[in-house]
């Protein structure tokens, strides 16, 4: 199967914002920016519309698109888009970008996240085990240490 690689704008339903990416499978990214995975910008300004994208052979090359359009003005890159994409529709169902997707992604990233929590408890619960045994430790130090000062001095009233 032959690899290839991405750029992308995503807009929001105003078209006022931008957001520039970049993947080795759109689908899914544009499928995780609709399901909101990551909080960052897209998320903030709600980009998840897909406008426009460009395919690459290889990672080094679209990476260095994104870095050039980044740095593109505005009016340029609002040019790209209305070249392809007069309308700014949403490409995403011409992608491939389904509902069930969306959810299926949702439900995914839920999963990762609750494993993530169930791994921090096991592991918040370790760690008070540990200390919990440690503390018993020193408790029967302090006693037999306790014990012997009595023995010493001849306190055997135990």
């Known amino acids: 199967m032959k690899e290839q690689s991405y750029i992308y704008f995503t807009s ?15 689908v899914r990214r544009i499928a ?7 909080k960052g910008f897209s998320y903030k300004y709600n980009c998840e ?24 003005k505005r009016e340029w890159k609002d040019k790209l888009v209305n070249d392809v994409n007069p309308g700014w529709k949403d490409l995403s169902e011409e992608i491939g970008v389904t509902n069930e997707l969306i ?10 996240a609750g494993q993530a929590r169930n791994d921090e408890h096991q592991q918040a619960d370790k ?11 020193t408790q029967k130090i302090i006693s037999d240490f306790d014990k ?5 001095k001849g306190d055997n009233n135990e």
């Open 49 to 72: 519309k897909l406008v426009y994208y460009e395919v690459f052979a290889l990672m080094i090359d679209a990476i260095a698109r994104e870095k050039q359009l980044k740095n593109w």
């Open 103 to 112: 959810e299926a992604v949702k439900a995914h990233y839920q999963g990762i």
């Open 32 to 38: 995780e920016h609709k399901a909101k995975i990551n």
């Open 12 to 26: 929001n339903a105003h078209t006022n914002v931008l957001y520039i990416g970049v993947t080795n499978d759109l």
């Open 148 to 152: 012997e000062i009595k023995r010493l």
């Open 127 to 137: 760690k008070a085990n540990e200390e919990y045994d440690e503390f018993n430790k």
